[in-house]
């Protein structure tokens, strides 16, 4: 059962265009997110969260949206540089077990010249 | 600052042996916890420590343990190793309990 789901394997987009990454869930007790990257051979780097009680969060060229509703967020990447070139995660946890986080199966950006 | 360090960063065990992963947070940190990487499962969250407790568990069976010290180095084990516990074993720590995790580079644990 994949309560995290990231559609998307890869993604392909032109150096200084937005990077759009989605993200859905389907666990209701989630209220905390986030986005982690990854290269190879390494681990993941921690991104940008978001807490249920908000809809967005920035960080510098990294803006997170969350849709409650839908149950649904998407990282925008503005603008995508070629080393924002890896592995993209979304994670998601529940009240009080934040570092018990389920995580998407990632999507692989790929920012070209 | 040093970010988390784990030892060591390949392994090769045969099957029925077993393995000890360590791991040493950034300087700070008290959570540390543990995830596994395969192919086809994803990351894993295996379990966390606080303060030398076992705050949270995953989905995994009671051959993989773990403990934390006071120093809040911690390391895990897993006995009697079978084929499929292949993986990249990746610990994290975080400031406080509801802190964002940081990811140490992970242990590539391979199982002949």
């Known amino acids: 059962d994949q309560q995290v789901k990231q559609n998307s394997p890869s993604l392909s987009v032109q150096e200084g265009r937005i990077s759009i990454l989605n993200c859905d869930y389907t666990?209701?007790?989630?209220?905390?997110f986030l986005w982690y990257k990854k290269y190879p051979a390494e681990g993941p780097t921690f991104l940008i969260s978001?807490?249920?009680?908000?809809d967005k969060n920035e960080d510098g060229r990294f803006t997170v949206f969350l849709n409650k509703s839908a149950k649904h967020l998407s990282l925008h990447i503005v603008p995508s540089q070629p080393g924002d070139s890896a592995v993209y995660f979304c994670?998601?946890?529940?009240?009080?077990?934040?570092?018990?986080?389920?995580f998407g199966t990632g999507t692989r950006l790929q920012v070209t010249l | 600052k040093a970010g988390v360090t784990q030892t060591p960063r390949y392994l090769i065990k045969t099957r029925g042996q077993q393995v000890t992963l360590s791991c040493s947070p950034i300087?700070?940190?008290?959570?540390v916890s543990w995830y596994q990487q395969t192919p086809g499962q994803g990351l894993q969250f295996l379990f966390e420590?606080?303060?030398?407790?076992?705050?949270n568990k995953g989905n995994f069976p009671g051959r993989f343990s773990g403990r934390q010290f006071s120093n809040s180095r911690s390391e895990m084990n897993v006995s009697t190793l079978e084929l499929g516990d292949s993986a990249l074993y990746l610990c994290?720590?975080?400031?406080?309990?509801?802190?964002?995790?940081?990811f140490g580079n992970g242990t590539r644990l391979t199982v002949t």
């Open positions: 994670a998601a946890s529940g009240t009080g077990t934040a570092s018990k986080l389920t």
């Open positions: 420590y606080f303060s030398e407790t076992q705050r």
């Open positions: 978001i807490s249920s009680i908000k």
């Open positions: 994290a720590s975080s400031l406080m309990m509801d802190s964002p995790l940081h």
């Open positions: 300087s700070g940190h008290r959570s």
């Open positions: 666990n209701s007790m989630f209220d905390y």
